[in-house]
């Protein structure tokens, strides 16, 4: 059973930077699309970045564009999301999730993922 793990996760000041990644150990990332989602208190679930298994295909919120990069690491076998700019209302928990029938898309909609980690809480606050 695929299991996934965020990590990176922490409190920054307004500005700062933070970078986020998701492993599975025991799996090749690459046969999965991915997306990073957040949840915020009292909000539902929203979708903020994602990626297809070939990495050629990427998607943002518009709430992150510029801001937010998502990307893989193959030799590390992760895929990483870089935060810069960040805002108070970037506070959340982050999640991310795979799917293995996207192909060579991805999709910003929660429901197209199977798999979801734990979790990592970003808090952004001076």
């Known amino acids: 059973q695929l299991q996934l793990v965020e990590s990176g996760g922490g409190l920054v000041q307004p500005g700062g930077s933070l970078r986020l990644s998701c492993a599975a150990p025991?799996?090749?990332?690459?046969?999965?699309?991915i997306g990073w989602f957040r949840q915020a208190p009292g909000k539902e679930r929203e979708g903020v970045s994602c990626i297809s298994s070939s990495g050629g295909s990427t998607n943002y919120a518009d709430s992150v564009k510029g801001r937010f990069t998502i990307s893989r690491d193959n030799a590390k076998n992760t895929v990483d999301l870089q935060m810069n700019s960040l805002k108070p209302e970037d506070t959340a928990v982050y999640y991310c999730?795979?799917?293995?029938?996207?192909?060579?898309?991805?999709?910003?909609?929660?429901?197209?993922?199977?798999?979801w980690g734990q979790g990592t809480q970003v808090t952004v606050s001076s």
């Open positions: 999730a795979a799917s293995l029938f996207l192909f060579n898309l991805c999709s910003l909609s929660r429901n197209q993922y199977a798999y």
């Open positions: 025991g799996f090749t990332l690459d046969h999965f699309a």
